[in-house]
């Protein structure tokens, strides 16, 4: 099955942008252009980010964008706030009507 | 407003079962695919189990096959998880999603299922 793989972290400044990779690490790269990025705060359930890889669902700031190059899709966030400080997890589908969820990054606001 | 309610965690022996629900509200249930996400404690999210709208299609990953089965009653608007033979390994807080891609991304709060003996 399908894995991905991204940062354990990455860190930033108030108002720097910073951008968190999630690379497929198999030979299914098929349906890559169907991968959503969660936003998770400690004790909440994940909030839809990002989906379809570049996709904002309505409500979600526009300093959240994502993008795709190869077998690596990444989601930037622009003028890093104190609220964005959580885990961002990227999950694909995988084939066969399967899924698969990277192991996470923690972003920390310095 | 979309609400999405699990129900049946707890503390369980390794190799005895558990079956977890799922109460949906707030949004056409029968339209959409719906899937079992957990995280362990402490750790990051992990996708469990996909059921097709009808029903029909079942769809697992390699760590719960065999052993964990999903199921919809469309007409009481609940889903459902048998989990067999559970390990310690399964230890972990069950969400019941809807996820963007087979439908609208609506999230539980989960049930925490500990297993231990």
């Known amino acids: 099955q399908s894995a991905l793989a991204q940062p354990a972290s990455v860190s930033g400044s108030p108002g720097q942008s910073i951008t968190i990779s999630c690379t497929e690490t198999s030979s299914d790269v098929g349906s890559y252009n169907l991968v959503s990025w969660y936003q998770q705060h400690p004790g909440k359930a994940p909030k839809l980010m990002i989906y379809?890889?570049?996709e904002r669902p309505s409500g979600v700031s526009n300093r959240f964008s994502g993008s795709k190059s190869g077998n690596t899709a990444s989601l930037t966030i622009s003028g890093l706030q104190a609220e964005d400080e959580a885990d961002y997890y990227c999950c694909s589908y995988a084939g066969s009507d399967t899924y698969v969820f990277g192991p996470g990054t923690r972003v920390t606001v310095l | 407003q979309v609400q999405l309610v699990e129900s049946g965690g707890g503390v369980v022996q390794p190799g005895r079962s558990l079956r977890l629900s799922c109460a949906a509200s707030g949004f056409t249930f029968s339209s959409y695919a719906m899937h079992w996400v957990r995280q362990a404690p402490g750790k990051g999210l992990e996708w469990v189990a996909i059921?097709?709208?009808?029903?029909?299609?079942?769809y697992y990953p390699d760590s719960v096959k065999g052993r964990f089965t999903i199921s919809r009653d469309n007409s009481k608007n609940t889903l459902s998880l048998q989990m067999n033979s559970l390990r310690p390994e399964d230890t972990a807080l069950y969400y019941c999603?809807?996820?963007?891609?087979?439908?609208?991304?609506?999230w539980g709060q989960g049930t925490l299922v500990t297993v231990s003996s």
């Open positions: 059921i097709s709208y009808d029903g029909r299609n079942k």
């Open positions: 999603a809807s996820l963007k891609g087979t439908g609208p991304d609506y």
């Open positions: 379809e890889g570049s």
